[in-house]
């Protein structure tokens, strides 16, 4: 995927401290449809963001169960910090759209929520692992070029679906030779369930189809759900 990354102080992010306007999305009935909220929202976002380019907008992602919708759901409130007109733009873009049910709701602090996309000088930006990114195109937010881990080493392979972090050198008193470096993996946020699912099983040896990544009700997420979904519904900000 083509991105820019743009460092935050040059974005006019908001951040308001009182409650904000959302427009919340059953996540249920779009993982049942397999379509991630990316694919759902993004074309409307970036539509939206080249009509009002004079303007900026942040938005963040708050998940919860509810039952707005008069059934019991999980769902994703987008919490639209900015006018008016992202707002209503954003509920009537995806309003007609039949993969999943939507609504303005509920007035959400935006510091409640985690921040997840930012409209500013026509263009459509999301926050992905600590930095904000450029989608240049819907492409760009659909398609991933993921490289297979390899049999031999997986863990000295590069891999855009991985995080790396290089874990500190741990010394005691009665071992006089420090454990060797090791390297802690982190899946990305906008990797795939389903490729995740399968490197670990690789990683480990397991047999196909052995690992399951789920939410806290239980119910596994579809294998091309982006993995910050599943963060998302257990709570751990990005």
Known sequence: MHTVTHPTASLKLHASKGPMPTVEINIDKLDNAEIALDEFVCPTLAALARRAPDQSCTIYQFMTQSV??????W??????DGSERFLTGLADGIGYRKESESRISDSIP????????HLQDGELWAHEDGEWKRLD?????TEYDEEELTEEDPGDEEDDDWNDEEE?????TTVTRAKPKGRQRAARNDARVGKIKTKIETLFGLPEGSVVLQGPDGRPLRADAFI????????YDN
Not at 137 to 141: K, L, T, W
């Open 68 to 73: 707005n919708f008069m059934h019991n759901c």
């Open 75 to 80: 769902s994703v409130f987008l919490i639209i």
């Open 110 to 117: 935006p510091l409640a929520g985690t921040p997840l996309y």
């Open 137 to 141: 195109a819907y492409d760009d937010v």
């Open 168 to 172: 500190e050198e741990n010394e005691t």
């Open 228 to 235: 910050r979904t599943l963060r998302a519904r257990w709570g």
